[in-house]
T-cell receptor, first 116, second 110 residues
């Protein structure tokens, strides 16, 4: 079945560095992928829609200059957390689905980001 | 945008008990999924169920799209059922966006 792979699974880095997270659809193409953020004991909040070949669409309140999204191919979207600070520490998850009717969303396993 | 409400927020069960989790949504949907999030954060897809009823072992789900709700049934609960259950919906508009409810946190006691 359709699989979404996310890398890395976890990352620890110093404040001020930039961190890139990759999201790949392994056996299907996706012109649209989604990035979510989850704080402890909370739900998943949609951050942005990643569009292949065009700019991402960000949800209200999400800083586009802080969270850079690049969707350069039909199977890869990247999220870069720029100049990360401790408050950016969170669990980030991506998703995609086959763009034919009646298909579920497939989610990556998530990336746990800790900024020291 | 579409709103998703789940109830109850928290649930404690004795092992062997049955339970029903509810998901209400504010508009027509293209897609509805139930997930179980494990302690490592992985979302385990339980059901893809925009309408109708499905069963998988001790779990079953029913979505009544015309009345905008879905139910997840857990029978003969086990301690391994503990965790957070999310309902997630994709509206008819918004380009495949999937919105999550706040979740139900389930704890099954031995």
């Amino acid at each position: 079945g359709a699989v979404v792979s996310q890398h890395p699974s976890w990352v620890i880095c110093k404040s001020g560095t930039s961190v890139k997270i990759e999201c790949r659809s392994l056996d299907f193409q996706a012109t649209t992928m989604f990035w979510y953020r989850q704080f402890p004991k909370q739900s998943l909040m949609l951050m942005a829609t990643s569009n292949e070949g065009s700019k991402a669409t960000y949800e209200q309140g999400v800083e586009k200059d802080k969270f850079l999204i690049n969707h350069a191919s039909l199977t890869l979207s990247t999220l870069t957390v720029t100049s990360a600070h401790p408050e950016d520490s969170s669990f980030y998850i991506c998703s995609a689905r086959e763009e034919i009717s009646n298909q579920p969303q497939h989610f990556g396993d998530g990336t746990r980001l800790s900024i020291l | 945008g579409i709103q998703v409400e789940q109830s109850p927020p928290d649930l404690i069960l004795q092992e062997g008990a049955n339970s029903t989790l509810r998901c209400n949504f504010s508009d027509s949907v293209n897609n509805l999924q139930w997930f179980h999030q494990n302690p490592w954060g992985q979302l385990i897809n339980l059901f893809y169920i925009p309408s109708g009823t499905k069963q998988n072992g001790r779990l079953s789900a029913t979505t009544v799209a015309t009345e905008r709700y879905s139910l997840l049934y857990i029978s003969s609960s086990q301690t391994t059922d503990s965790g957070v259950y999310f309902c997630a919906v994709e509206g008819l508009t918004g380009g495949f966006k999937t919105i999550f409810g706040a979740g139900t946190r389930l704890f099954v006691k031995a």
